[in-house]
């Protein structure tokens, strides 16, 4: 869409009017800011629906004003957006709109904000322009000119467009064809990225799997009693065959949410839903963790979704831990390790689920590479298998032709006067030459090495291998070099030996000798080979295949596969047996129309949510759309209709002084403390008491909010300092300690966290054993520290929160901390707010954790200095100030020595407020008055 002076093309890119990036390109500039655009038509989200026609369309506007509340955001900070020169702009050839852009690097203004350097990626929305944007009205200059590109993406392969690139990229942008002097843009803007909400229009379009969501809008609860009746007859309750050794280490409420996923799973009449509870600390990774494991070794074709990739690599690798450490009783540790590995896949960005060690060996891009290297014609399986089997079976014969080459390249060519060849003396030629033995353990040596490699990755990366023959296989080849290598073995009659066969008749001087055992073992050896190598024939593997073709054969052998609930959409188009069962972990953190995407993948018929309601909800930009109820999750809505949910109800993260307050308000004290958070050892000092025990409110009223770099955020300057001088003394105090220490620093606002990073700077970045982490409350959702500092920041007369009051978001920095949790906030403003925080006041007040901040003297002088170079002195002046509260005496001052104050203050180094009294020229105009 080429736009000069704000007017719009109607190109389209192609002809499906459908298209979310159509109807984004086909908005003007005057749409996108207009927040009324869609008012009209974004109803409230029903709790019931009447069809699923009904159920699909009534998130279609709320997610088009959602879109479009995005970009406004954007645009209005258009000058702190990441943006690049544009070097070469050309258009690809017999692609209709598609252009390849050369750019330089990556102007990040945004990373100033701690975010992480922006990288060009596909679903990208970008501005292209002829000129640097500063405003929104830039936008609307006269003769300035503009478009909107969205960066190219190709859906359902195994990965993201490899060749897109930060600097070298292609877009899909709608321009007019200027045939004698065409446009060429010189910057690039990024606003937004659309491929989630692209998705999720998709999947509300599509006409897929209708079963499970047919079920989900089901309110009759008793189609449940009848589907609880149909689960329980048969074999017996699921739940009573679950492996005691998995789950020995499960509470009760655990084992019990386990056992009432499997049972719904037994009755194949009808669909199914089933709802796991998990508050904070309450072991849910745990409980899913077993809960996929028993689902993997029953063979049961699972995919696991989450809102976010840290979340899925999570539970992905608590299931590969679980694998590993549940045949520890088995002969070796190939068997134990490599049993299901080939049926648990990951797939997503790479750098945004971090693949390590941790989940390499199940992650989608190494798995596509190691099983194209299997598959080569030259260091491929059979390759390997050929030439095992060859230097077994016939490593005499080839040893006399490796002597006879030997022979020729020594041989010298040349002739006597009377033309005849001249050669070496036979006995030069055979000087030196390689014994039998060392070329026969040479040989195995090289051979064996590359072919146990190859075997593992069809152990690994291929379920269908019969990885009990090939850990045999592995065994006998172990034994077989051990053998060959540990004995004196005298190279003729080791020659003689090896020249045997099963037919030929060679007498061993007993049955128990070295040389018998080493030809027996050969010999089972040869026998095993050949038994790999027919099985993994019937495999039908192809010699050669795509990257692509490969990652759908990973597909398809994978029986539990994780993924965010958006890359779901890739497994729409593989063709492979349905995964009837679909796990939403985070469920609640989901908006609900997200979970219709994996929802609607082919197959699904069971489902099982894992959340917490009570926790944060996704996060929504559009107050239109918030109002209709689209940031709410399928999770909160079921729970609302009287869905049956399995309550984890004992807390093994929190101190029981840290606990207590989240659960009577956010839990009807229906959450228990475990054994190991009520033992002595819990109980940590890390600075003195009792301000800094286990859970304390320090209270700031000198602090003042205001409004961050941004424009938007809040900070308190005053909290800023008090952190800075906390993590300082908590430093020295850990300093020579011997045990690990996690900090984390919470704000509910961005400004508050920016500003806390600046101060920290790298001071705490690279210390072994002392970590100190600084993020939102929703960047710190899912996570936990041995402490915890909360920064409120609110500090005004007027009792004004705003966000601050949402019991969610609360409830989520209240639960992160493990041994001590610290809040600072004004009490007086948060009291004021008639919200939970006033609720959360009264309870410290009760139990003795209320402080003032100047109870602590260091705390104390740390207000002084920061009012002093904030220029706040009018604060000092104030009677309930730091300066005054815990005076034995108060002052009460005259104009004439508040304006002498401020001028001696404003040339002075120090304020010692003692010493300034008793010398000042304005001594006289004080009035004190005894403090009772």
């Not at 089972?524 to 099985?535: A, H, K, N, P």
Request: proline share 3%; glycine share 6%.
């Amino acid at each position: 869409m080429d736009r000069a002076e704000g007017g719009s093309s109607s190109n389209r890119r192609r002809d499906d009017p459908n298209d979310l990036t159509d109807i984004v390109f086909s908005w003007s500039l005057h749409d996108i800011l207009n927040e009324n655009l869609y008012h009209d038509r974004v109803e409230t989200i029903p709790e019931t629906f009447q069809s699923v026609q009904h159920y699909l369309g009534s998130f279609v506007y709320p997610l088009l004003e959602e879109t479009r509340a995005s970009l406004c955001s954007s645009l209005e900070n258009i000058s702190s957006l990441p943006f690049t020169e544009i070097y070469d702009f050309a258009e690809c050839k017999g692609s209709g709109n598609s252009y390849a852009v050369r750019a330089g690097r990556w102007s990040n203004e945004s990373n100033t904000r701690g975010k992480g350097t922006y990288k060009t990626l596909p679903g990208d929305i970008l501005i292209l322009t002829d000129a640097k944007l500063a405003t929104v009205p830039d936008l609307e200059r006269s003769g300035r000119r503009w478009v909107f590109a969205s960066v190219r993406m190709i859906e359902g392969d195994y990965e993201e467009d490899k060749a897109t690139s930060s600097t070298n990229f292609k877009v899909e942008a709608l321009l007019n064809h200027e045939v004698h002097n065409p446009w060429r843009p010189k910057y690039a803007i990024f606003l937004i990225n659309i491929v989630t909400n692209r998705r999720i229009w998709n999947a509300l379009h599509m006409s897929l799997n209708l079963d499970i969501v047919k079920e989900v809008l089901c309110t009759d609860l008793v189609a449940d009693k009848v589907s609880n009746l149909c689960i329980t007859k048969g074999n017996g309750s699921a739940s009573e065959s679950l492996d005691e050794r998995l789950c020995h280490d499960l509470n009760e409420s655990q084992k019990k949410a386990v056992g009432a996923c499997l049972n719904k799973l037994q009755c194949e009449n009808k669909p199914s839903v089933e709802l796991i509870w998990g508050p904070p600390g309450t072991g849910k990774t745990k409980t899913v963790a077993t809960l996929l494991f028993t689902l993997l070794r029953r063979k049961h074709r699972t995919t696991v979704c989450a809102s976010t990739n840290v979340a899925i690599k999570e539970v992905a690798s608590r299931v590969l831990k679980l694998l590993k450490e549940s045949d520890s009783g088995t002969s070796t540790e190939t068997e134990s390790s490599l049993s299901y590995l080939g049926d648990v896949l990951v797939f997503g960005n790479k750098e945004r689920l971090k693949v390590d060690s941790d989940i390499e060996e199940i992650y989608l891009e190494h798995r596509v590479d190691c099983v194209a290297e299997c598959l080569s014609m030259v260091i491929g399986w059979q390759q390997c298998l050929t030439s095992m089997i060859d230097t077994l079976a016939d490593c005499v014969h080839q040893y006399h032709i490796f002597l006879e080459n030997e022979r020729t390249k020594r041989r010298k060519p040349g002739s006597d006067d009377d033309g005849s060849e001249c050669i070496s003396s036979e006995e030069d030629v055979n000087c030196e030459l390689k014994s039998f033995l060392e070329f026969f353990r040479d040989r195995v040596k090289a051979t064996v090495h590359p072919l146990r490699r190859c075997l593992y990755i069809f152990c690994t990366h291929v379920s269908k291998a019969n990885t009990q023959n090939i850990t045999s296989l592995l065994n006998l080849l172990g034994c077989f070099e051990t053998l060959l290598c540990g004995e004196k073995w005298g190279s003729e009659i080791m020659e003689i030996t090896l020249s045997c066969d099963e037919r030929t008749q060679f007498s061993f001087e007993t049955s128990v000798s070295p040389l018998y055992n080493l030809y027996k073992k050969r010999q089972e050896c040869l026998s095993m080979l050949l038994t790999v190598r027919d099985s993994l024939k019937d495999l039908r593997l192809p010699n050669f295949m795509s990257k692509a073709m490969i990652a759908k054969f990973c597909y398809q052998n994978a029986s539990l596969i994780f993924c965010t609930a958006s890359s779901s959409y890739k497994l729409y188009p593989v063709e492979m047996e349905p995964l009837n069962l679909l796990v939403i972990d985070e469920a609640a953190q989901l908006k609900e129309c997200e979970s219709v995407i994996p929802l609607r993948l082919p197959g699904v018929k069971h489902l099982i949510l894992v959340g917490d309601e009570c926790q944060l909800p996704a996060m929504v930009e559009s107050k239109v759309s918030n109002r209709a109820g689209f940031g709410r999750s399928l999770f909160e809505r079921l729970s609302s209709l009287g869905y049956s949910r399995q309550l984890l109800n004992i807390q093994y993260r929190m101190h029981p002084s840290i606990s207590l307050f989240p659960t009577s308000n956010f839990y009807q004290n229906q959450i228990l403390d475990g054994p190991n958070v009520k033992s002595k050892d819990y109980r940590k000092s890390y600075l003195p008491w009792p301000m800094f025990g286990p859970y304390s409110f320090i209270n700031i009223p000198d602090g003042r909010e205001q409004i961050g770099d941004d424009g938007c955020s809040l900070r308190n300057p005053v909290e800023v300092e008090v952190i800075s001088r906390i993590l300082r003394n908590l430093y020295r105090a850990w300093y020579g300690s011997e045990e690990d220490l996690t900090v984390g620093v919470i704000s509910p606002y961005a400004a508050q966290v920016a500003a806390v990073q600046a101060k920290l700077g790298k001071k705490y970045g690279n210390i072994k054993g002392f970590m100190v982490k600084v993020k939102t409350v929703d960047g710190f959702q899912g996570g936990e520290e041995d402490i915890v500092i909360i920064s409120t920041v609110r500090s005004n007369s007027h009792g004004t929160i705003g966000f601050l009051s949402d019991t969610n978001r609360t409830n989520t920095a209240l639960t992160r901390a493990r041994y001590c949790l610290w809040i600072l906030g004004d009490g007086k403003t948060l009291t004021a707010s008639k919200s939970v925080w006033e609720a959360l006041l009264d309870d410290a007040k009760s139990r003795g954790c209320f402080f003032n901040v100047d109870d602590d003297k260091d705390l104390a002088t740390v207000i002084l200095d920061v009012k002093k170079e904030n220029n706040e002195l009018d604060d000092l002046l104030d009677r309930s100030s730091v300066l005054f509260r815990n005076a034995r005496w108060k002052v009460l001052f005259s104009d004439n020595f508040l304006k002498s104050f401020r001028e001696l203050t404003s040339l002075s180094t120090k304020c010692q407020s003692s010493s300034f009294c008793q010398n000042s020229p304005v001594a006289g105009d004080q009035r004190r008055e005894t403090c009772i």
